[in-house]
């Protein structure tokens, strides 16, 4: 019992904010103490397991190219084009990118998207360039909105979307542990064709949610408009 203190301390450190990455780390080393291993074989355990789970850093690689193209004006250009675009707004354009993400982690693309690669230089640059369209002004709380609901799209449409894909890694863990610990025979498609109501559920409430971001921010426009002449100018 003794090695769930590492549980423990996840969810403390986790609980007072600090560093993911330390917080892991350390719980880890601890949990690998605490189990009977000594330092040698719990660095061989941290090299094993990095090794084995390389495409998990593959974002590492993709930041300096990320930076390369935003320097040369990537997000600028993404918010002169969703501005071209009068019925685009930023529920819109983050829906439009939900039902990609989605379908493109059903049939195995997880790597299409992501937080560093796609969300960061295109997808809040579009939505911020409807907010901007529409408003003519984005406070800094009105930003940060978006660029949670941004992180939230991309998180939701790969997380519902990958399990409809037969050969991911959550649902080749599933049927793994209900046939060793069940003795059932559980086919990877069965897995795959049940999870498909619930991404279309999530797809349809998720949705639902982003396109309530609109009336949610038109809502609090008007309060602005009300309170602050000089955001109605701008508005307007």
């Known amino acids: 019992m003794l090695v769930l203190i590492g549980v423990l301390l996840v969810i403390v450190g986790f609980a007072i904010r600090l560093n993911p990455l330390v917080v892991v780390t350390v719980a880890g080393i601890v949990t690998a103490l605490l189990g009977g291993l000594n330092p040698v074989q719990i660095l061989e355990a941290f090299g094993t397991g990095f090794a084995s789970s390389r495409s998990v850093t593959i974002f590492v690689a993709v930041l300096p190219v990320v930076g390369i193209i935003e320097f040369f004006g990537l997000q600028e250009q993404a918010k002169t084009l969703i501005g071209k675009l009068a019925r685009l707004t930023a529920g819109r354009v983050l829906l439009g990118y939900l039902a990609v993400r989605q379908l493109t982690a059903a049939v195995g693309l997880n ?18 360039g409807a907010a901007l369209r529409r408003y003519g002004h984005v406070p800094e709380h009105i930003k940060e909105r978006i660029k949670a609901h941004s992180a939230g799209a991309d998180n939701v449409g ?8 037969v050969a991911v890694g959550s649902i080749l863990l599933i049927t793994t542990f209900v046939d060793t610990t069940y003795h059932l025979h559980l086919e990877p498609l069965q897995l795959a064709l049940w999870a498909i109501p619930t991404a279309i559920a999530a797809f349809l409430i998720h949705g639902f949610r982003l396109l309530r971001l609109d009336k949610s921010l038109d809502k609090e426009y008007r309060a602005l408009e009300a309170t602050d002449p000089a955001v109605a100018g701008e508005t307007k």
């Open 111 to 128: 790597s299409v998207g992501g937080h560093a690669q796609t969300v960061r230089p295109l997808v809040f640059p579009m939505a911020e």
């Open 158 to 165: 790969v997380f519902f979307g990958e399990d409809v894909f």
